[in-house]
């Protein structure tokens, strides 16, 4: 997870590896912004990696000490946030742990639509990060069962929908992930 400290924006990329965070890094630096301050838990699986990175982008790196999650507190409430809003989502949708990745992506685009403290001004992350309201309309609960319209069914009898479970916005088209059981 990145957590942009002014409006608490958080921004996660599902990784493999904890060694996949530099490329991910990279990746959401050409994404999203070039970040002025970077700052990261002092694991030394990949910091000389992350290091050269931040040196050759002029971006400040800030180390915590290993162990010790109060003093990189921000990501770690936002971890914790959004890990309790996707498990409270997947047990309450019913749908197999497979689609944690799912759960954690839609509570990432949950947490960054809500009002939150941090924030000394009436808008929510979205808001301050986009400069615009985000558009809900498209937004369900997850897991929430749906049908999808089959325009073309086998036979004239045929079942014109198929039922499936709704797991989140599909990133980049105005559409729905739909998971279909079985």
């Known amino acids: 997870l990145v957590v942009e400290r002014l409006s608490r924006y958080i921004v996660g990329q599902l990784l493999a590896l904890k060694s996949d965070a530099v490329e991910a890094f990279r990746e959401f630096c050409v994404r999203h912004f070039l970040p002025d301050i970077a700052q990261t838990d002092g694991d030394g699986n990949y910091e000389a990696q992350f290091a050269q990175f931040c040196v050759a982008m002029s971006i400040t790196l800030e ?106 916005l599909a990133f980049g088209y105005t559409a729905w992930k739909v998971y279909f059981p079985g």
Not at 87 to 94: K, P, V
Request: with cysteine; hydrophobic share 40%.
């Open 63 to 168: 180390t915590s000490a290993t162990n010790t999650h109060e003093q990189n507190w921000l990501a770690e409430i936002g971890m914790k946030l959004v890990f309790m809003v996707a498990r409270a989502d997947l047990l309450r949708s019913g749908l197999p742990i497979e689609h944690w990745a799912d759960a954690v992506m839609n509570a990432i685009s949950t947490v960054n639509c809500r009002y939150t403290k941090g924030v000394n001004v009436e808008a929510t992350p979205y808001e301050l990060r986009h400069g615009y309201r985000p558009d809900l309309s498209m937004k369900r609960a997850f897991g929430q069962p749906c049908n999808v319209l089959v325009h073309e069914p086998a036979g004239a009898v045929s079942s014109r929908v198929i039922h499936g479970y709704y797991v989140g």
